[in-house]
């Protein structure tokens, strides 16, 4: 009997070793593409406390990797010091994940604030706003919400020829010249709205992520610990005096 509990204990922290590696791509996905966001729209930030979460989701990775080895390891017999650096990993990872999970679901309910320069980059827009182009280029988008916002901007007071920047312009409209009248050749969806989709998405990503993983933990803590207990790093005895009397 505690031959096969020891055996189930190893095929388990082989399986979950495996897990460890597709649980590492999944946090360096949703990391990686945050950081991305940050760098090409930095100036739409308020700081960097984007990257705060994937910081924290890359360095899990690279632990999970590295744990994974070592899982691998184990399964196959490791030593009784493996066993317990394993679990040691695993401590620092589950701090790594809950710290990047809290960050995570932060983040999400202060996106609003930290895109607040983004909504000033809009206001005081002159016609030459470089990344003000560039995100309507490069996400489909016009003005903050949808193309009406340009109408309340001081810029399109001032130019009253009834246009919006040309790189509202959808590409499927070649003649189009950002007149608002025309809006069925201008992209409905706004910028804002679609820049924190897609950070929202990442960032509950590696919510969902870090709490699917840290169950993965919780099973490999239980599952070394059988190995651990099945294999003590000492065998303590009360010492009788009378032995050496």
């Known amino acids: 009997m505690g031959r096969f509990v020891e055996s189930s204990a190893r095929l388990c922290i082989g399986l979950l070793s495996f897990l460890f ?5 999944a946090l360096i996905f949703a990391g990686y593409f945050l950081i991305i966001l940050y760098k090409r729209y930095k100036p739409f930030f308020v700081g960097f406390h984007i990257l705060l979460p994937s910081g924290f989701a890359v360095t899990g990775a690279v632990l999970l990797v590295l744990n994974g080895l070592l899982g691998f390891k184990i399964s196959n017999r490791g030593s009784r010091c493996q066993q317990g650096t394993f679990m040691y990993f695993i401590v620092v990872l589950l701090c790594l994940l809950t710290s990047g999970v809290v960050l995570a ?3 999400i309910h202060w996106l609003d604030y930290e895109l607040t320069p983004m909504q000033n980059a809009f206001q005081q827009y002159n016609g030459s706003g470089m990344f003000v182009n560039k995100i309507q280029k490069e996400l489909h988008c016009c003005g ?4 009406s916002d340009w109408e309340m901007t001081p810029w399109y007071k001032y130019s009253g020829n009834n246009t919006v920047p040309t790189s509202c312009c959808n590409m499927a409209y070649s003649a189009c010249t950002g007149n608002i009248t025309e809006s069925n050749e201008l992209y409905s969806e706004g910028c804002f709205v679609k820049l924190q989709y897609r950070l929202s998405f990442y960032l509950f990503w590696l919510v969902w992520s870090g709490i699917a993983i840290t169950g993965t933990q919780v099973l490999a ?12 790093f000492q065998d303590f005895r ?3 005096s ?3 009397a």
């Open 242 to 244: 009378g032995t050496f």
């Open 221 to 232: 803590v239980i599952s070394d610990g059988v190995l651990m207990t099945r294999n003590p």
């Open 105 to 107: 679901y932060v983040c």
């Open 144 to 147: 903050l919400q949808n193309y």
């Open 238 to 240: 009360i010492l009788d």
């Open 21 to 25: 590696w597709v649980s590492a791509a």
